[in-house]
């Protein structure tokens, strides 16, 4: 059931429409335990971030940080800048 509701929040992660969204559901990929990341979930994410423009431009609350560097920072991903 964890593995499933994971793979949910990854899918959901990569399809939002907003920056808001793309806020929101980060907070929900860090709390995805890193053991739970599959390879498929990890490659996803990782192309959702270079094509969802809602995800490539968001920037997180504090305005430091894109919502990109933060998940290519937690799930230690290579090359997923724009």
């Known amino acids: ?3 499933r509701v994971a793979a ?3 899918e959901v992660f990569c399809k939002v429409r907003t920056y808001e969204s793309a806020r929101f ?3 929900l990929v860090v709390r995805i335990p890193l053991t739970d990341w ?13 094509i969802n423009d809602q995800l ?27």
């Not at 609350?61 to 090359?79: D, H, I, M, R, W």
């Open 1 to 3: 059931m964890r593995a």
């Open 8 to 10: 949910l929040i990854s």
């Open 25 to 27: 559901w980060y907070g």
């Open 38 to 50: 599959t390879a498929t979930m990890r490659a996803n994410v990782e192309s959702a971030l270079r």
């Open 56 to 82: 490539t431009n968001a920037m997180l609350e504090n305005k430091t940080q894109s919502v990109p560097e933060a998940v290519t920072s937690y799930l230690g991903l290579a090359g997923s800048g724009p």
